[in-house]
């Protein structure tokens, strides 16, 4: 399975993008997705996503800024990014995540994660 991210680019501080991922050949229906992030030089941080009682997060970083959501019918996961600043330039990867990620943590990879390539982000100052 290869999720794909899309909506990635360069913005101006203050401007707003969207990130969508998508699963070709499977469904997203039933399972938990989360976006993580790594910014040059940094490793890898969780962003928002969901759990499996419905529940979303958004690490304290972004919240008030980054919205969360999924279709269930596009089959499809957003990210919603506004008032974005230079600190958010980062690689953003759409993750379903084989244990529910802790956001307070840094995110890593296991091996029964799906993960897909990446969608880079650049916010200029």
């Known amino acids: 399975l290869q999720l794909v991210e899309s909506g990635g680019g360069l913005v101006q501080t203050g401007g707003s993008l969207r990130l969508s991922c998508v699963p070709p050949?499977?469904?997203?229906?039933?399972?938990?997705v989360s976006w993580a992030r790594q910014a040059p030089g940094k490793g890898l941080e969780w962003v928002c996503g969901?759990?499996?009682?419905?529940?979303?997060y958004c690490v304290d970083s972004v919240k008030g800024r980054f919205t969360f959501s999924r279709s269930d019918v596009e089959n499809t996961v957003y990210l919603q990014m506004n008032d974005l600043r230079p600190e958010d330039t980062a690689v953003y990867y759409c993750?379903?995540?084989?244990?529910?990620?802790?956001?307070?943590?840094?995110?890593?990879?296991?091996?029964?994660?799906?993960w897909g390539q990446g969608t880079e982000v650049t916010v200029s100052s």
């Open positions: 050949g499977f469904s997203f229906r039933g399972s938990t």
């Open positions: 993750v379903m995540p084989q244990w529910p990620p802790i956001p307070s943590l840094a995110a890593k990879r296991y091996p029964g994660d799906f």
């Open positions: 969901d759990f499996s009682d419905g529940d979303t």
